[in-house]
C-alpha cells in the first residue's frame, strides 16, 4: 500500500512564499510521476506541477514561473517538493499530493491547507 505524507501548507500573506514536500512509501513497483493537485471550494481538483521520473532535470517551473516542483531526490528518496512564490488569494485551496505508479495507479496524500491572505 502506498502512503503519501505531506508536509507544509499553511497561512501566508499575499505575496509570500510556501514549501510542500512529500514522501511516498510502500511504493512496489515504481514511480512513473509525483506532483501536487489542488482543490478550491466548489471548484474541480486541478494539476499545480508534476514531476516524471525520466526527467532530465531536477526541477520544472509552473503557474508562470512562480511554481517550482523539485524532483532531484524523486529517485533515491522517494520526495518531491513545491516551492510557491508570489502567492495570491486565488491560490488558496487544499493542496493533495499525487504518485502515478509504474503499473499507471494514482495514490493521493490527505491534502494540506494552503490559505492566502490579501
Known amino acids: 500500500q502506498v502512503k503519501l505524507r505531506e508536509f507544509g501548507g499553511g497561512l501566508v500573506q499575499s505575496g509570500g512564499s510556501l514549501r510542500l514536500s512529500c514522501v511516498a512509501s510502500?511504493?512496489?513497483?515504481?514511480?512513473?510521476?509525483m506532483g501536487w493537485y489542488r482543490q478550491a471550494p466548489g471548484k474541480q481538483r486541478e494539476l499545480v506541477a508534476s514531476?516524471?521520473?525520466?526527467?532530465?532535470?531536477?526541477?520544472v517551473d509552473f503557474m508562470e514561473g512562480r511554481f517550482t516542483i523539485f524532483g532531484g531526490d524523486m529517485k533515491t528518496k522517494n520526495r518531491v517538493d513545491l516551492q510557491m512564490n508570489n502567492l495570491q488569494p486565488e491560490d488558496t485551496a487544499v493542496y493533495y499530493c499525487n504518485l502515478r505508479d509504474a503499473m499507471n495507479s494514482d495514490w493521493w496524500g490527505q491534502g494540506t491547507q494552503v490559505t492566502v491572505s490579501s
Open positions: 510502500g511504493v512496489l513497483f515504481g514511480m512513473a510521476s
Open positions: 514531476f516524471g521520473s525520466s526527467s532530465a532535470t531536477d526541477s
